[in-house]
């Protein structure tokens, strides 16, 4: 998994926490202690496929579009980080090295599967509880 997962989320949760006030790319940054164009990149593709909403100019900044308790994680992970679990090979002329990269794709692709399941249990909504009793 790459760290646009943890960062998407980390987003999504910040909207989650100002519901009444848009967030700037800037402070977000901030709070996650990237770059903002790390951030801007991620609130791009959020924005694109309708998780949030922005506005430009001097009080512009991020809104949450959708409803906390209906993005699941496994939404984000395949909007972010699809198919890194998959390994990356390289080609040989052996009949192993020919053929590796099939059969390692069978078995990562139902990797893939159980970790969407698994995280398709977890909403943006759940993460945001979770922070606000306190616990890590």
Do not use: W
């Not at 989320?9 to 848009?22: A, D, F, G, I, N």
């Not at 801007?40 to 991020?62: C, P, V």
């Not at 794709?105 to 509880?129: C, P, Q, R, S, W």
Request: a positive charge; glycine letters at 6%.
């Amino acid at each position: 998994m790459n760290s646009d997962f943890a960062l998407a989320v980390h987003s999504l949760v910040l909207l989650v926490y100002s519901p009444e006030k848009m967030e700037t790319s800037k402070s977000m940054a901030e709070s996650m202690k990237v770059h903002p164009v790390r951030v801007r990149k991620i609130l791009s593709l959020l924005r694109k496929n309708g998780y949030i909403e922005s506005k430009e100019g001097a009080k512009g900044g991020f809104i949450l579009k959708q409803s906390a308790d209906k993005i699941s994680l496994n939404d984000i992970y395949r909007l972010t980080s699809k198919n890194t679990l998959k390994p990356k090979c390289h080609s040989c002329n052996c009949e192993i090295g020919a053929n590796i990269e099939d059969v390692l794709d069978i078995i990562f692709y139902k990797a893939e599967e159980k970790v969407g399941e698994f995280l398709e249990e977890y909403t943006i909504e759940d993460i945001f509880n979770v922070l606000k009793r306190g616990c890590k």
